[in-house]
């Protein structure tokens, strides 16, 4: 059993730089920029800067004025805010946090300052991420500098591609990714996921922040404790990405441009980032448009080794016969030399017109179009053990050894020669070009006060995600009389693996086993919505203001495929009429630093030819060759009602709510018809309704419907214990929909290892009650010293679990027996903990730490999908004389990522190091250096245990390297 390195000795050392060190404002002279007066008020909607015009109308003229001059005193610099605020600052600024002398702070260090004191005075729990400068995200990606918060980790992937240099989904507090939801400026965004497996097997609900450039941002806030006026669907919280508006620029007009280039290490490529803004107000405040617009180019390559699933080995078998100690032990199935290539071209932009014409009228029009387009080539050499074994009815090894339950190495002498063949090996190419995501949304909003109490908002929108692979180019290659031997060696190094009778290198002799994959594939997301809210004022004590609301949405989800095989009348089997083999193999540096003895250079085919040969041999007519299990269509209907009360009296202040939501819920589930009634192709008139024309059998659709309601109350408590002191307290009920594959009742399986994962239609939304308590000590100047205490109690949470069913083989046109992984309602319990440190030290040094502890399981069964036990983030800055550096290190334990090919599958604990540098030139123009991935970690998958590699990966290192401009 391996002993795990726990970070709580890091912990104690972020408790122990607590001891207050003093704090040297440092001066630096700086040109104002134009910097969005929304990035000062955390929630941008109009309810919102109603409620807070209420307010400020109370503060001081001494704050006010203060806030007016640190507003025109915002640095160029890289800023970033780490803060917990949603609600507008009290009536008086504490004493603790006003200035008592006539000092300029500005830049990140300033974002910081103004951070903590939104923070301090917030009636709820919520991070904030800020860029207070135009395509100053702290981070290259939102993903990115959102795993800076407590309670935040984010992955590289949605699923079934295993693991990329780029995060791309985003969870809270130990639960999975499509639990937390994301906003844009408040509404939800319709999300499209480039990979082939995303967009037919594992649909879920997160959203790929692969397609959301950081230069759109304003801020992010992170939401983790719920009130009555959130949308709902996040269980832990949700993700608002807060954009600019026009309105908010000081400057009449604004323009800003981004031009970078990346170089990436492993593939040597650089690539060209280009970003820009452009933004125009009338003189009178009244109009104004902005446009933004991106195109970003980046090559990324992965080297690797991949065990692509485990099976058991069967009691009654001759190899469990002849060797009693192999019963029921787990051997790997594939083992493949895995080499990934992909071009990401990511462009789009941002419009926005924003319209005021009375103080009481405010309209905004606002829509955004992103298109990532992914072409890559997966390449995988492979022992093939699923069939050399065989479940024990296969080869017998002359030697092997077993650990924890697992055959971990084995020795097959080769048993063939030509005219009786033995097949050892099998290789996989294919090319996908053209794939591409997609996503979009149309939105107004207008906020109209009717009186000087009573304020009207309302919201309309429309979204739409595409994910999208035209076509895959693919050959499968048997390879024969090669023998085999295997060595695993855990998750210390890639396993060794060795063909003593074979070349991988040489593409002679190899011959055409199948032509697969989904082709084409789409998914496509929908989602119309409006709604409506009202706030009034109210000033009766501790009662400040009701605030109720109606929303309506509807939102739909369907995936199609075509199965393609092979064209049998052009004769593909033909050795005559395989692909043609330039000489190519892997490069010669293929898949350094992770250890193992396997085969670094097998043979490749040209992706131009793998190309031309796969549109001549592959047979993808769209109706016989429809693949239906792998389809499913979905509709929910959704409408929710709230209302909340604000309070605020001397040393607190708070808020509650109720929330009531209604989902109707229609799924339309392919139901198979069996081939004893109806055979594939042939007419069906037993079956009203039946559809018959494609070649995987005779099948009907049957809606299934479900109606479900639920209420949501909230209440958040503030408590000033005494001038530095803050105590937070939240409970809630919240509600998050299961994944879209997971209610999709289709079932997609795999041919080659018989497993599969299907769907369930009857699964019922899941239901968290969340319990948060805080304590906050601001113990000098532009400092915190913080805790936290989570508990989440899910009911109805989707676990994995797995049954058998009879599915038709593509491969040999006979119905065999398939593991399916499938989705059940289960329940679970997630309890956790927050630090956080934050300071200013000396010579404009300054530093931030987090850490979160996390014990999420699901109940008596295992780890909830996604939660790691140890997270911590160190961030160390320099910021001082025009110039600001920035080194930030991330640590998350291992998490259970899912059912894979229906066994286990966990990503290792993980490290990763990034680095920036600025230099401000003058107040138009600035220097920037980025390093991603510095310490080039290996990320590892296991399965069961650590005796059960599953993956290697290495993706090298990013330099961007640009120049900002801002007039």
Known sequence: MKLRKTPIASAVAVALMSVVTPVHAQQSATGSVDTPKSQTQPDATAAQAAKDKAKDATKPSAAKDAEASADAKTAQGEPQVLAQATTPPPATTPPALLPRETITVTGFRFSLERSLETKRNADSVVDVVTADDIGKLPDRNIADAVQRVPGVTISSAAGGEGGFD???????????????????????????????????????????????????????????????????????????????????????????????????????????????????????????????????????????????????????????????????????????SAFFEQVRERQGGLLDVEIKPTNDLTVDFSTFYSHMRATNYNRNWMFWGAHVINGGAGEMPTSYTVTNGTLTSAVFPNLGSPG???????????????????TAFYDVTASYRATN???????????????????????EGDVFNTGATYTMHGISSATDVAFPNG??????????????????AKTEDKETYGQIDGLYMLGMGPWTSVKAGFRAAEHKRNTEQVAQGPNFALDPFNPANLPHWNGETYPGNFASGIGGNFPRTPWMISPGELERWGDLYSNRDPVTRRYWPGEFALKEKVWAAYGMANLDGPGWSGNFGVRAVQTKERVLVNVAIPGDICGALAPCPQVPGAITTSAFGSFYQQPVEHTYNDILPSANLKLDLSKDLVARFAIARTMARPDFSALGGSISADDTTHTGNGGNPDLKPIRSTNVDATLEWYFARNSLLAAGLFYLDLSNYVGFGNHQVTLLNIRTGTFDTYTISSPTNSSGKVKGLELSYQQDLAYGFGVQANYTYADAKETGIRDLVGASRNTYNIVGYYENYGFSARLAYTYRSHFFVGLDRSTPEYQDDTGNLAASLRYRINDNVSLTFDVLNLNNPTLKYYGANTDQPRAFYKNGRQYYAGVKLAF
């Open 503 to 520: 070349n991988p290198s040489n593409f002679a002799g190899t011959s055409l086993d199948w032509i697969f994959g989904a082709s084409p």
């Open 420 to 438: 009786n063949n033995h097949q050892y090996a099998i290789v996989d190419e294919i090319y996908r070009p053209g794939t591409y995501s997609e």
């Open 166 to 336: 780029e995060n791309d989904r985003v969870s809270l507090r130990g639960t999975n990714p499509s639990l937390t939801q994301t906003l844009v400026n408040g509404h939800p965004i319709a999300s499209g996921d480039w990979f082939v497996l995303d967009q037919v097997q594992t649909v879920g609900r997160s959203v790929s922040f692969t397609l959301l450039p950081s230069e759109l941002v304003s801020q992010v806030i992170v939401r983790k404790s719920a009130t009555a006026d959130l949308v709902e669907g996040g269980v832990a919280g949700n993700v608002d990405i807060i954009t600019r508006r026009p309105l908010d620029f000081r400057k009449q007009l604004t323009a800003a441009a981004s031009l970078e280039a990346v170089y990436a290490d492993l593939p040597k490529k650089t690539d060209p980032q280009i970003s820009g803004l452009i933004n125009w107000k009338n003189e009178a405040g009244t109009m104004g448009v902005m446009v933004q617009g991106f195109y970003e180019k980046r090559h990324l390559r992965r080297d690797g080794q991949e065990l692509l699933g485990y099976a058991q080995i069967s009691p009654t078998s001759a190899l469990a016969a002849a060797h009693p100690d192999l019963a029921n032990v787990s051997y790997p199935t594939l083992i493949g």
């Open 453 to 475: 109490r009573l304020t009207f908002t309302g919201d309309v929108g429309y979204t739409r995600g595409v994910g999208k692979t035209p076509k895959q180019d693919v050959f």
